[in-house]
């Protein structure tokens, strides 16, 4: 691996884990417990559009330990690395598609992320009755993968734009 492209890794590991942090400072005021903004995909999704499908999946699983490890426990790795390897699949499949945009590609992998989620806690509490609640996360991962995809997207153009001026 390249001294860059190690140096590049490292950066966004470093954002996004700062990402975690910061959304972990200030919970989102809603009535639906476990409902995240996922500001962490914004680097993912930049890593998935810049450097490929490869380097996305592992700076997201890099950023999953250890922001399970930082900010969470055992549970938040299982339920985020859940979630974080169907959106990735799902995110793999409608990139090499070329049929989405960056927005609705976030969008597709935002929902995806809860439904990884909902299947883990179906095993964990052994009931399917808590995939009742997937249509409340439907919603909240649609409103997270727009703002998602349109921040990540301002912030390719941005990069590519600085990198012509260079």
Excluded: W
């Amino acid at each position: 691996m390249k001294t860059k492209e190690t140096a590049m890794y490292g950066l966004l590991v470093a954002l996004a884990m700062i990402l975690s942090y910061i959304e972990t400072l200030f919970p989102v005021f809603v009535a639906v417990p476990g409902v995240k903004l996922g500001l962490a995909n914004i680097v993912v999704l930049f890593a998935v559009y810049t450097m490929g499908i490869k380097s996305a999946a592992a700076i997201s699983a890099v950023r999953v330990l250890l922001a399970g490890f930082m900010f969470g426990n055992l549970f938040s790795i299982i339920y985020s690395g859940a979630g974080a390897c169907l959106s990735l699949l799902v995110i793999m499949i409608l990139y090499k598609s070329g049929k989405f945009g960056i927005t609705g590609v976030s969008v597709a992998g935002g929902v995806a992320h809860n439904a990884g989620q909902i299947i883990v806690a179906c095993f964990v509490t052994e009931t399917a009755q808590i995939a009742y609640y997937f249509p409340v996360l439907c919603i909240s991962g649609t409103v997270a993968g727009i703002c998602i995809g349109l921040i990540a997207g301002l912030v390719i153009g941005k990069m590519k734009g600085a990198a012509l001026k260079d």
